[in-house]
């Protein structure tokens, strides 16, 4: 072993260099990988937010009409055995929408508020582990629980305020959010959240009718009815309520929140309400994970074809050792080693610096990602992570590193094991 | 049990070399030589007719084109390149004019080599090695890398190397053809005590005089063995 290290340090600045080499390839497998790491960690750790929860949307239908979700499927699916709690919801960005400021703002992941029924959002959140405070309760109005992480980076804390959507909410728990983009950053109670968000929309309904009636003054039948609607401003208000309704999203809580029992469940609730989307868990998993699939597939070819290139650097460096080292070869050849041993000498070589580089790489990696991870998520003001080294990828990734180096160090060792002591011990 | 096999036998022993451009270069036509366990023989020669290649063959470095070659009764013929490494390692042991040391091992590694081979133990290769530079007289140098000893030093490292895998058979090829007549006369004396202990020694030399000493001189010309 110190021998082979002893041969290694005899060119050092060429095996200096083919490490380097080696290195940045696997640089780009520790960085992507941990990226790689980071989404598969989202995913599993989505499953807090995802897992027990049946989400009902509503689709257009094949003539084209979005019937919206109506009282009567509601009534439908309330009255199934199984189902335990229906509960509107509503996700809007935490800070509203400033095209202006950032004309992104659709493409990039930003912090989201969920407005929750308040007496059920322990249950339909409960998932993610509260940390401090406690959940919304019947009879909250601006109250907010808040993800961990935005608290941290906004300086927030249980009893103070909160601005969501430029309104002051007081923040009455911290939980433990997992970083998915879909996962709101803060819960509130649904109805004023849903009420200040319709707000505007009614208001603009109301100038539209008043103009649109001020211009043509009504007849008495039409005024009649008006007024049995509650006069202009309430027939306004209901009728953006109406067209918020289109988009509403019902969360659906099984009696057996077992993975099984949501999806009998989601099952059930696409044989009742067939207008309706059903989201269950394992819909969003598989699509996560298919997501994850793909990135993961072009990291694979990003990371072959970036650590084969310290593959060949290997190829080279281990030939011209050969070449260079014939007579040693012959020498030990004559005292007795066998091809298989001069082979392996050469392997194993090989692979030290195939590990070394791995090393190198895994360090200078975990220092790059170190570097350049809060500059990043400063970057995206969403999420306390964007790089996940585990264990496993850097186990992984200093095997690779060697058994990238044994297979480079292959072809110079066959040549190496068919040197003919005869001939070179006559050389010189 | 009858009589042990003598140390080396050789009956019409052929080494024929391809050529540049297809030809043919025949450097052994036809040697037969018998040495006895325990003896000295050296061999001389004019150059070019095949001394060195009839140590290599009989060394088990290189392969006989025809006839029989027996190392210790063993036939060195059918031997694959594996089964002779393994031959080399135990049974025969080489010194070259050139002494071929490892520039990168010092001089107790360089004497281990064959042990590393072998598979021995990192301490059992270190006391042996010890013991192999201590009969050549070279103790105090065990941690000096071959470019810090004098020629006559190295080729006493080659000799206990060459004595390290517990070799029967000793190939010497001019182990004194690059050192002046004191040194020479070290070496030699040094080759005599590991015959005086049984060991069967084939050394070629170019020196007469030197070659005078011996059991028994064998002349070659042309590939074969003068009467
Ligand atoms: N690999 C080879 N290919 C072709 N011819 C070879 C090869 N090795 C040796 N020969 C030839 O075989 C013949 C015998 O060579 P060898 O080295 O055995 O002679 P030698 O007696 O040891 O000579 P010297 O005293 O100069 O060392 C020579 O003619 C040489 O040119
Ligand atoms: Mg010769």
Known sequence: MTGLVRDLLRQRLRAALTVSGVALGMLTLVVLGALGEHFRALVDESKAYTRGVVRLFTKTNPDGINPGITDEALDAVRGLPGVAVVAPTLVLYLDGFDLEADPLSFATPRPLVEGLAPDHAATLRGGMPLVEGRWLRAGDERHAVVARWLAQRRGLGVGGPVTIRHVTYEVVGLYDAPDAPMVPAAVVPYGPLNHDFITPGAERARRALGELFGAHPLGPMAQAALAQEGGLEEAARRFVEQQEALFRVYEVIPRDRSAEGTRRLAEDLRATVPDLAVIDPDRIEQQMERAVALFLVVALIVTVISTVVGGLLIVNTMAMAVLERRREIGIKSAVGATPGQVALEFVAEAGVLGLTGAVLGVLVGVAAIRLAEPALLAQLESGSRLFLVTPRLVVLTVAYGGVLGVLAGGIPALRAARVDPAIVLREL | ?227
């Open chain 2, 1 to 227: 049990m009858s009589s042990p096999a003598p140390a080396i036998e050789c009956v019409g022993l052929e080494k024929t070399y391809a050529g540049p451009g297809g030809g043919q270069v025949a450097a052994l036509r036809g040697v037969d030589l018998a040495v006895a366990r325990g003896e000295a023989v050296a061999i001389t020669g004019p150059s070019g007719c095949g001394k060195t290649t009839l140590l290599n063959v009989l060394g088990a470095l290189d392969r006989p084109t025809a006839g029989v070659a027996r190392v210790l009764g063993q036939d060195l013929a059918p031997l694959d390149t594996r089964a002779r490494a393994l031959l080399r390692r135990t049974a025969v042991g080489f010194v070259f004019q050139q002494f071929h040391l490892i520039p990168t091992l010092t001089a107790e590694e360089n004497v281990a080599l064959p042990l590393r081979y072998a598979g021995v133990a990192p301490a059992e290769r270190r006391r042996r090695a010890t013991d192999l530079l201590a009969r050549v007289g070279l103790a105090a140098r065990a941690d000096h890398h071959p470019t810090s000893l004098s020629g006559g030093e190295q080729q006493r490292v080659a000799l206990a190397r060459a004595l390290a895998g517990g070799a029967q058979v000793l190939l010497a090829d001019e182990p004194t053809g690059n050192l002046d007549r004191a040194t020479a006369g070290e070496i030699v004396a040094l080759l005599r005590e590991v015959v005086a202990g049984g060991v069967t020694l084939v050394l070629v030399t170019h020196d007469l005089d030197l070659a005078g000493t011996f059991d028994r001189q064998v002349k070659l010309r042309d590939g074969r063995v003068e009467a």
